[in-house]
């Protein structure tokens, strides 16, 4: 007897991709999609995918895991859990952080978080290099060898103490990134009108979780893109901004975008189905829904959803921080902390996937080919891992997530796979869900069980690809005569 050509079959699912909605099989041989057909076979397994949908696993391609906080705290999850939680709500890719602190060697940072995800990933990852120390050894040295090495981007905070880039070393590493053809990746906000609002807030005994919202000026946000955005076009280096919460920070992206500048965004679940007032709750509840920036208003909500279906905001990544609601994380100052005092930060890896197909699919928002754009295909784009991730595609990684778009789901607590104790979303009930999950061919969650062992995930090694690459315009320069810009890079 010959033996079957492929080592399984997902048979009979709609298939969907950032461009089209098909029925047809899958057909997987090794770690790739050997063959996309109706009728294909045999194979050694089969997966009956009938009135099921059969789309690529999630990339979130901002997360922070076994992070250590601007503060100094431990975030809740080790790789091991944070992937698992990912894998459970259909995600098989993440980039997360590499995170440098003040007076710490780069190179010897990638070191210890590649050790700590080799020994627990379940999923596939990669790494944005946090620069918080542009030392020359930094940025002369570690960080052109570690872009060489497959880390292609690189991230800054413009605020947070001990962590924010001023304007000037900013520039610096903007060049680096442009010389290394890395993407630059921002928290971009206003250090300098957050920490004056906080000072106010707290000398006047506004201290409860709610004013965190408030000491969040939403023009803060603004600013921030605008100047970034001025410093990237002045070295002519492409742009991330992440996080964007409010119309007004939208709006600054979409007008950058219109005059051709390579400025890419993201946004995030709690900035479209959280608001600030989820901050105000009695005590320091609210504390749970703390983040940066925090969530705005409903009409902030309606502001990025245009930005998403407009092509301003290209990603929706989870922004995952997960900080337990106890002694270890958000309470760490004590059980009644100032707003200041709290770990900002959100989980959100596992219900990225489920709320946005609940919006999207299910209430028919935007609709199924954008959620695989927004969710995956253009993450992987944006960050150099396509076409190997982010698509169902003849020779692509087998990262598939199969969804039942019926099954109906109240989130919950108990139910989540990371360790922060508490989901936002608990009492939320969606519709759709993925039930089976692959990575590179092996069947990593089914029905409600983990079949990954720690350690299976693989680095994804890439440089910053098509869309880090400068346009070759110093827009800034403004006088293609005397293109002065050029000179001084
Ligand atoms: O509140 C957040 N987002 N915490 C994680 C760190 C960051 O700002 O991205
Ligand atoms: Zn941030
Ligand atoms: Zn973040």
């Not at 590649?114 to 120390?133: P, S």
């Not at 092509?311 to 921080?321: M, Y």
């Not at 919006?359 to 609709?367: D, I, N, P, Q, T």
Request: charged fraction near 25%; charge should be negative.
């Amino acid at each position: 007897m010959t033996e079957p050509a492929y080592d399984l079959i997902i048979r009979g699912g709609r298939v969907a991709t950032a461009t089209d909605v098909f029925e047809a099989d899958i057909a997987i041989a090794g770690e790739t999609v050997a063959a996309v057909g109706r009728g294909l076979g045999p194979a050694k397994r089969e997966l009956d995918a009938r009135e099921k949908l059969v789309l690529p696993g999630g990339v979130d391609s901002h997360c922070h895991i076994e992070q250590l906080s601007a503060a100094g705290i431990m975030n809740a999850d080790s790789f091991e859990s944070a992937t698992t939680s990912a894998a459970f709500g259909g995600t098989t890719t993440v980039i997360s952080f590499a995170a440098q602190h003040v007076g710490m060697h780069l190179r010897e940072v990638l070191d210890d978080y590649h050790a700590l995800a080799r020994k627990g990933a379940v999923i596939d990852y990669a790494f944005h290099m946090i620069i918080a120390d542009p030392t020359r050894q930094t940025l002369e040295q570690d960080l052109p060898a570690l872009i060489r090495q497959g880390h292609g981007s690189i991230k800054i905070f413009m605020t947070y103490d001990p962590l924010k880039i001023d304007d000037e070393p900013l520039l610096d590493i903007l060049v680096a990134a442009r010389e290394g053809g890395a993407m630059l990746c921002a928290h971009a906000e206003n250090h300098g009108i957050i920490s004056w609002m906080v000072k106010r807030l707290l000398a006047r005994g506004y201290s409860d979780p709610k004013y965190h919202a408030i000491s969040h000026a939403r023009f803060s946000e603004a600013e921030a893109f605008n100047r970034l955005i001025g410093m990237a076009a002045l070295v002519d280096q492409p742009i991330m901004i992440f996080h964007v919460s409010t119309a007004e920070g939208a709006k600054v992206i979409r007008d950058a975008r219109g005059q051709g500048l390579k400025v890419f965004a993201e946004t995030c679940p709690q900035y479209l189905f959280l608001t600030a007032d989820d901050l105000d709750r009695p005590g320091v509840e609210g504390a749970k829904w703390m983040c940066s920036p925090p969530p705005r208003r409903g009409s902030d909500q309606d502001a990025l959803w245009t930005a998403l279906s407009l092509g301003d905001l290209q990603t929706i990544s989870s922004d995952h921080a997960p900080y337990r609601f106890d002694e270890t994380g958000k309470l760490r100052a004590g059980p009644a902390p100032n707003f200041k005092q709290v770990a900002n930060g959100l989980p959100g890896l596992e219900t990225r996937l489920p709320l946005l197909f609940d919006a999207m699919v299910s209430e028919g928002r935007l609709g199924l080919e954008k959620f695989v754009e927004l969710t995956s295909t253009a993450p992987a784009k944006i960050y150099n891992l396509h076409p190997r991730k982010g698509s169902i595609a003849v020779g692509a990684d087998a990262d598939i997530a199969i969804w039942d778009p019926k099954r109906r789901v109240t989130i919950a607590d108990d139910a989540m796979h990371d360790r922060a104790g508490y989901t936002p979303y608990a009492g939320r009930t969606v519709r759709g869900w993925p039930i089976t999950v692959l990575s590179r061919g092996r069947v990593i969650v089914d029905d409600g069980k983990l079949l990954a062992s720690p350690g299976s995930g693989r680095f994804l090694a890439r440089s910053g690809g098509e869309a880090a690459k400068p346009t070759g315009r110093l827009v800034a320069d403004m006088n293609p005569e005397t293109n002065f810009g050029a000179k001084l890079l």
